[in-house]
Every structure is written in structure tokens, then in C-alpha cells.
């Protein structure tokens, strides 16, 4: 661990991608891509007393955890690739250290769910999408005739929202597709100046969508489909590789291949916080209950906490 100016490292590997983040409270859930049997892989930081639980360490050369969230502060909901070309979704349990399988799919299985199995970005850490991970089959996402199915799927990321009912996707040139997921029915379209969006993901008030040429972020009102100020980038001629909305959703983190990362706010793009973090690509962002911190996972196995209240 280091600290600089309003920014704390913790390395948590010796190497390693951190491939996502999520917080609650002063514990952060980190996902990190492994190539050294017995590494961690998923772990909980608490950076109050700056200690580690480990949920799950590399098992092959190759362990992937695909998803990972908490669904309330005491629990975590997983899931990561198994032996038979599927999935497998866990539940784990912060206070007793308890791990419990609550689902499993094959690779026969994984044709009939596409919406979920492999091609789904779970952003939502609600309870509903805890239950989705044990019932898939009851949220069946219906296309309604003009959304090609197979584009819908493969060409970008689905996310649900909503408590799942409704599903997103940015897989066409500017346009933006709004589902509601049992009916088919198309509930809006947004529009903006991409080639396509890829992830595309919800807030309570916003939708999000990264460019698939990584040379921008389009925000975009849950409410009225309207287009919020931007495209937000961070810094010209870069390749956004990451973002993430506040909690109180005033403002937008967006960290690029480059190692620079910006916090700007959504009304008027104005920025509220920005700092490079030299040799390090940005993989994941999050923000701290408070939005005081914001957490940065990089390419380097490192966990960056900054305050919001310095830059550098």
C-alpha cells in the first residue's frame, strides 16, 4: 500500500486485470483476471482496517470471474465460467465466510438463455436480479419484430434494469434500444452520433452507453430519452475504457487505455476531479457510497482510492 497526495494503492496481485468493482459501505468487491493457480481472483477489501477476505482464488491458468456484485452490504452474488462450457452463480456470505452454489448451466442450457448466460452485464446490484440468477426462465427478454434477435445479443452488451424488467442495448448506429422484457414491447429508442455502444448500461435516472470506438460516453435521461450534455470524454484523443455514475448521479467517472481518468459532472460537463495514473490502462470505476472516494481498478492488479477532493 502507498499513499500520494489523495490517492491510496493497494496492490493486489503481482498481476493481473481488475476486471470490475463494486462498494458498499467501506468494503469494495474486486474481480481480478489471473494466470497463477491460487491467486486471488475475487476478494473483499475493507479499507477500514485494510483487511482481505478472499471469496475465491484461480483453480486453472485461466479463471475468470465474469460478474460479480453485492446484493446487500453482508452479501455478494457471482458468477464465473465452469467445467461444462456454462456457468455457474454463486451467493457468499461476508459475515460467515459461507458459499452457496444457486445455480449452474451447460452449454446446452446456455443456447436457450443468450440473454443471460455470456451476454448479459448485470449493473443493477438489486434483489431482483438475485432472484433473476436462480430463475432466469421467468424474465424471458421477448424482441419485438423490428430488433433483430441475433443482433440484440451478439453485436453488444444487454443489460437489465429496473428490478429486470426491462433490458437495454446499443447495437446499431445511433441508435439505442429500450425493451420491456416479458411484453417485447419497444418502449423508446434513443438516438445520438455513434457507430455503436458497447456496454450500455442503467442508473436510477440516466442511460449510459460507451462508444464502440472507446472515443467517447453518451448519457442519456431514463425518463424522457432526451440527451444529456456530451458526448463526456476524458481528454482528446484517448480511448475511454471505463465509467460509472455517482451514487447521487450528479456526476460521471470516465478512465481511459492511457491511464488518464476524469470526473465530470453531467449537467454541464464541467470537471469536478481528474488525475493519470502513469503505465496503467483503467478497467474499473466505482464510486463510494458517500461519492467522496472514487475506486479505480487497473491493468497492473492495483486498487487506486482516490478523494474527490484533490486532484493530481
Not at 448451466?105 to 434483489?127: E, F, M, V, W
Not at 411484453?183 to 442511460?207: H, I, T
Request: charged share 25%.
Amino acid at each position: 500500500m502507498s499513499r500520494n497526495q489523495g490517492i491510496t494503492r493497494y496492490k493486489l496481485a503481482r498481476r493481473g486485470d481488475v476486471r470490475s468493482l463494486d462498494s458498499v459501505q467501506d468494503n469494495v468487491l474486486i474481480a481480478v483476471s489471473h494466470w497463477f493457480v491460487g491467486a486471488p481472483i475475487l476478494l473483499v477489501k475493507n479499507l477500514t482496517n485494510e483487511s482481505d477476505q478472499i471469496i475465491e482464488r484461480a483453480e486453472s491458468s485461466n479463471n475468470l470471474i465474469l460478474t460479480a456484485f453485492f446484493i446487500s452490504p453482508e452479501e455478494v452474488c457471482y458468477k464465473k465460467p465452469n467445467a461444462n462450457s456454462g456457468f455457474d452463480y454463486f451467493r457468499f456470505d461476508v459475515r460467515t465466510a459461507n458459499k452457496v452454489l444457486i445455480r449452474s448451466t451447460n452449454n446446452a442450457r446456455k443456447g436457450q438463455l443468450p440473454h443471460y448466460d455470456g451476454k448479459i452485464l448485470i449493473t443493477d446490484p438489486s434483489p431482483a436480479l438475485f432472484d433473476l440468477a436462480r430463475n432466469t426462465e421467468d424474465y424471458p427478454v421477448v424482441l419485438p419484430p423490428e430488433i433483430p434477435h441475433d443482433d440484440f445479443y451478439s453485436r453488444g452488451s444487454v443489460t437489465l434494469f429496473d428490478e429486470a424488467h426491462y433490458a437495454v442495448s446499443g447495437i446499431k448506429p445511433g441508435i439505442v434500444y429500450v425493451v420491456e422484457c416479458r411484453s417485447g414491447n419497444l418502449v423508446r429508442s434513443l438516438e445520438g452520433e455513434f457507430d455503436s455502444l458497447n456496454p450500455v448500461f442503467a442508473s436510477r435516472r440516466y442511460f449510459v452507453g460507451v462508444e464502440s470506438d472507446r472515443k467517447a460516453v453518451f448519457v442519456w435521461s431514463k425518463d424522457d430519452g432526451r440527451r444529456i450534455e456530451g458526448p463526456f470524454s476524458p481528454g482528446p484523443n484517448v480511448d475511454v475504457s471505463s465509467a460509472a455514475i455517482s451514487r447521487n448521479e450528479q456526476m460521471i467517472a470516465i478512465g481511459d487505455y492511457s491511464g488518464h481518468v476524469r470526473v465530470l459532472k453531467i449537467d454541464d460537463g464541467s470537471v469536478v476531479y481528474k488525475t493519470t495514473l502513469a503505465r496503467n490502462r483503467i478497467e474499473a470505476l466505482n464510486f463510494s457510497d458517500d461519492d467522496g472516494r472514487l475506486y479505480i481498478g487497473t491493468d497492473t492488479a492495483n486498487l487506486v482510492v482516490a478523494s474527490l477532493g484533490s486532484s493530481s
